[in-house]
């Protein structure tokens, strides 16, 4: 009888606490240094939570997604506590958008954000050769851009920030565009995923079809800031991660510009020049090294 009261009894406690330990997971979580300015413009700010450990930690920098449109730095507990709790410190950048500035801003002010971190590494016990990214949809892009893409550091700049280095050690990312040109990305996924205002909000136009009138004035940009374009042998780590929905053409917008071909290009053309990329799309791609982001990040950045 004792036996079976003190069972009730724990289930009541556990059936009182669980929402309480659920709502803590994703409540908003305070960070060591928030809102601390990296650049000049006031959407250039991010957040840090400090690991502790013995000598300098490793970072992990958050990059949101959005479409370059909307979105925002804000993390909870779930998030950032797994990082933490391996040594390793966290950062989440808010950057410009497409409705203040369109390209080059959005993916500039997060790299330079890397650089900015990386010019506090003493002082916030941060590891400048440890530095990974990760982030989904646009932010998948920008992590992948600044992964794929040479060093934007200039040895000669005025700005202290801008001779810091934006290399990093690996990306993990979700559902990333791996290219943002219409050109490129309506044979690979049909026309549906110009109807995503990504596309043309990248380069300041109000609708697709202006983007596309106005091809030839935008095509530089659209090469740029497509990370496809920039894949070599000697870029860092890539797992990217997304949805199983392998239907082409892609059936709406918000299908189209997640969809799974972006990493099946990506994969494919990082095998061919041998880069270490991994692929996680279930029942159709695996890796023989990870299951999942998290395990990835985790050794990358402690081995």
Request: hydrophobic share 40%.
């Amino acid at each position: 009888m004792k036996s079976s009261l003190a069972v009730i009894f724990v289930a009541a406690i556990l059936f009182i606490i669980s929402p309480a330990i659920g709502q803590e997971k994703n409540a908003p979580f305070t960070a060591t240094h928030a809102n601390v300015a990296y650049g000049p413009h006031p959407a250039n700010v991010l957040d840090l939570w400090i690991a502790e450990g013995e000598g300098p930690r490793p970072l992990l920098v958050y990059i949101h997604g959005g479409g370059w449109i909307g979105g925002s730095k804000k993390r909870v507990r779930a998030n950032v506590q797994p990082f933490l709790d391996k040594g390793i410190s966290y950062a989440s950048v808010e950057y410009r958008l497409t409705g203040v500035a369109s390209l080059p801003a959005p993916v500039h002010d997060a790299a330079r954000a890397i650089q900015f971190l990386r010019s506090k590494a003493k002082e916030w016990n941060l590891n400048p050769d440890r530095i990974a990214l990760t982030g989904g949809s646009a932010g998948a892009c920008t992590s992948m851009w600044i992964l794929c893409h040479d060093d934007l550091a200039d040895s000669q700049s005025a700005d202290p920030v801008l001779r810091q280095s934006t290399r990093v050690t690996a990306a993990a990312v979700a559902g990333g565009q791996t290219s943002i040109d219409p050109k490129v990305i309506e044979p690979w996924l049909g026309e549906n995923v110009l109807k995503h205002n990504m596309i043309n909000r990248a380069v300041g136009e109000a609708t697709i079809e202006d983007a596309l009138k106005n091809y030839e004035k935008h095509r530089d940009l659209y090469v740029e800031f497509s990370p496809f374009n920039h894949v070599s042998k000697d870029d860092p780590p890539l797992l990217m991660t997304y949805g199983n929905n392998m239907n082409l053409p892609s059936e709406n917008a918000g299908h189209g510009i997640h969809h799974p071909v972006y990493g099946i290009k990506m994969k494919e053309k990082a095998d061919g020049v041998g880069q270490e990329c991994h692929l996680l799309i279930k029942g159709v791609s695996e890796s023989d090294q990870y299951t999942n982001a998290n395990q990835f990040l985790i050794d990358k950045l402690l081995r």
